[in-house]
């Protein structure tokens, strides 16, 4: 309400519409935000986040600093702090306490409503103050929440898309259901296009890497980009203009890249900055210009806010999944989005590790979604990471049951790759083949290896015991079995 009112305001000049937007902005809520208090615990997610598009509309029309602060400062609590890996955030649709994320693995998390409504409100933040960080969020969920919200086979939609360990997608029908998340889900797929590039008036900013074409009249300059990212880990910008046209290419660099490599017509550029950044190439672009960024990507890890023993794998930004197969299984498309909740999961397979090397790199490193914070924050508190427990198994990475072929279809018919296929089994080494063309085998993690098996396919497999666990096994946070530690 007190969105569209202010953009009424916005088109007519009228100020009761105005009057009346600023009405909606519930105070019970708006003022500790504007304290910079954080009282989200319990409240229903989504009903918080178009309250605060809405001031962040209003800040846009009239310049009240106090709306600006309310929706910055909720975007941080909810992007940085109450986000799952996936960038999406919520179980049964509500906030719950970020001490709490081991209990909040659930059938019902993450509902993808809530990710289209912040990634709105992440445009109207970049558009005030440009940050990288920003779209690092922005990219991470939008590959792993809202690509991932669409069937491959009929275009239904997911409306929660389920963290729990064994669980699956539940899908809409054509006919027999409509939720707020088929409405919100229709126009997501028609948004990919809407954040790749912003500009300023001698900027222009490259957020995202997929493949479009952008035509900017004023400068008389248009760019084509090519990309298979995140297939590939490369993408191509080449120039067209009738006249050389002054301007600064702004790049991302995103969090999870090291190094970032830059050519321009074919030649190294030097490159200041850090991940989390924008690099600048402010020159002449002349027509025929090729600009050409590679992105390595490596495998890494990411803790579950809190816990040392739930983790989530991700390859560059794409949060990897597991396919347990489809034993058990049902349709997955349901008229009620909680019809499938309850169907009992498999035993999921866990992963045993060194203890020394991997608690090491799981650290809570304050971010999440690969976003560095720069606010400080009170000790002790995590952010939110990712995340796989089922009652008292773990598994690294998003396990996700499909219909056959189904994960390999979906990368196919979306950006071409980024998820996952997982091949293991109770009891036996676990496997898993990324979909990723990799120049050369990588080491993750002590013990871990990449190798090619097939064109542009790689097995993960890890050299160390998998094995399932049993119910009450491994009691005791970190304990060592066999010498190894057990997570769970
Ligand atoms: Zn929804």
Not at 179 to 208: P, Q, R
Not at 273 to 283: D, I
Request: proline share 6%; aromatic share 10%.
């Amino acid at each position: 309400m007190n969105e569209w009112l202010a953009n009424l305001y916005g088109v007519t000049g009228d100020a009761d519409y105005l009057k009346t937007a600023e009405a909606f902005n519930q105070k019970k809520i708006f003022d500790p935000l504007a304290r910079g208090e954080d009282t989200l615990n319990g409240l229903h997610a989504n009903t918080q986040i178009p309250k605060m598009i809405g001031a962040a509309r209003q800040y846009e029309l009239t310049g009240d600093a106090r709306d600006a602060g309310i929706a910055t400062f909720f975007w941080q609590e909810v992007a940085l702090h109450r986000s799952y890996v996936i960038g999406d955030h919520s179980d049964r649709e509500h906030f719950f306490p970020t001490n709490d994320f081991a209990k909040h693995l659930s059938a019902e998390t993450a509902e993808t409503c809530n990710t289209y409504n912040m990634l709105k409100l992440t445009r109207h933040l970049f558009g005030w103050s440009p940050d990288a960080g920003a779209m690092d969020f922005y990219e991470r969920a939008l590959y792993n929440d809202i690509l991932a919200s669409q069937d491959p086979e009929q275009g239904m939609f997911v409306y929660l898309m389920s963290l729990k360990p064994g669980h699956f997608k539940t899908y809409s029908t054509p006919e027999d259901s409509f939720w707020c998340c088929v409405g919100t889900g229709m126009e997501n797929h028609a948004k990919y296009g809407d954040t790749i590039y912003f500009h300023n008036d001698d900027s222009l900013f490259v957020n995202l890497f997929i493949p479009s074409e952008l035509s900017w009249p004023e400068k008389r300059i248009s760019v084509r980009q090519e990309t298979k990212f995140p297939e590939s880990d490369t993408t191509r910008l080449d120039f067209q203009t009738p006249a050389p046209t002054q301007l600064a290419l702004k790049i991302r660099w995103p969090a999870w890249v090291e190094k970032i490599s830059v050519r321009v017509n074919g030649k190294k550029q030097k490159m200041s900055g850090a991940p989390g950044s924008y690099v600048s190439l402010n020159r002449e672009w002349r027509n025929g210009d090729r600009v050409e960024i590679r992105l390595p990507m490596t495998l890494h890890t990411e803790p579950l806010p809190g816990t040392t023993n739930i983790v989530a794998l991700l390859y560059g930004p794409i949060v990897l999944a597991g396919n347990l197969g489809t034993n058990g299984m049902p349709s997955p498309y349901a008229r009620d989005q909680l019809d499938l909740a309850k169907i009992p999961d498999p035993e999921v397979p866990v992963f045993v590790s060194d203890q020394k090397t991997f608690l090491k790199k799981n650290q809570g490193d304050g971010r999440t979604a690969g976003v560095p914070d720069k606010k400080s924050r009170p000790a002790g508190r995590r952010d939110a990471g990712a995340v796989l427990q089922g009652k008292s198994r773990t598994l690294l990475g998003l396990l996700e049951r499909r219909q056959r072929g189904g994960l390999e279809k979906q990368s196919r018919a979306n950006f071409g790759g980024g998820r996952p296929l997982f091949a293991g089994g109770l009891g036996r080494k676990i496997k898993w083949q990324i979909m990723h063309p990799l120049k050369q085998p990588a080491k993750l993690l002590s013990g871990c290896k990449l190798s090619k098996m097939r064109k542009n396919s790689y097995e993960f497999s890890w050299q160390v015991k998998a094995r399932p666990l049993k119910e009450g096994d491994g009691k005791g946070a970190d304990r060592g079995v066999d010498g190894f530690l057990k997570f769970y």
